[in-house]
């Protein structure tokens, strides 16, 4: 079946102008995961939703920053006035049930951002 | 504050030898830890997991060791093939939040 999509796979931007970067889960996948990885650092995790839970958004490195995810299906991660240390690659990730460990964590491939 | 850390940046180990990835972390509260694997522009891919109930963890050539006392974890890969040439990433998992360490680059050297 088809996994983890992302789209765009690249995008270029100039500082100040808002990005919006989409998921679209695995169908039937109620957990949904944003993580970002800036160039030479590690995953940095920023948001995850939980079927129709409120999400858990501490990991938001800033308020220039917001998710949305409608149900169980498509998550679009806004970014206003972008920055150029927002350049990185953003990933996706979705799991049955959102147990981390004992639920496997299906990524995509990712968004490659770059704010000029 | 790093919650997690792979102190090592990069490894190199030969071919068919064994590899062993580190990661510490600070948080005892810390109840599950995982090793994700990447290759370039590509995601993480999931390797293997331990729940801190436990000590040892094997599937197939890969195996992982917990430390509780020590906050310590360990990858073990063995044998050592080519194409586990990739970054390393340990993560853990503390209510609904992942945390991970900056990678380890393995380098297979033939």
């Known amino acids: 079946g088809a996994g983890v999509s992302q789209s765009p796979s690249n995008k270029v931007t100039e500082k100040g102008k808002d990005v919006e970067l989409r998921c679209d889960p695995i169908s039937g996948h109620t957990a949904l995961y944003w993580y970002r990885q800036r160039l030479g650092q590690g995953l940095e995790f920023l948001i995850y939703f939980q079927g129709n839970s409120a999400p858990d958004k501490s990991g938001l490195p800033s308020d220039r920053f917001s998710a949305e995810r409608t149900g169980e299906s498509v998550s679009t991660l806004t970014i206003q006035r972008t920055q150029q240390e927002d350049s990185a690659v953003y990933l996706c990730?979705?799991?049955?049930?959102?147990?981390?460990?004992?639920?496997?964590?299906?990524f995509g491939p990712g968004t490659r951002l770059t704010v000029l | 504050d790093q919650q997690v850390k792979q102190n090592s940046p990069s490894l190199s180990v030969q071919e068919g030898r064994i590899s062993i990835l580190n990661c510490d972390y600070t948080n005892s509260m810390f109840d599950y830890f995982l090793w994700y694997k990447k290759y370039p522009a590509e995601g993480p891919t999931f390797l293997i997991s331990?729940?801190?109930?436990?000590d040892k963890n094997e599937d197939g050539r890969f195996t992982v060791f917990l430390n509780k006392s020590a906050k310590h974890l360990s990858l073990h890969i063995v044998p050592s093939q080519p194409g586990d040439s990739a970054v390393y990433f340990c993560?853990?998992?503390?209510?609904?939040?992942?945390?991970f360490g900056k990678g380890t680059r393995l380098h297979i050297l033939p």
């Open positions: 331990i729940s801190s109930i436990k």
């Open positions: 993560a853990a998992w503390g209510g609904d939040k992942i945390i």
């Open positions: 990730a979705s799991s049955l049930a959102g147990l981390a460990g004992v639920d496997t964590q299906y």
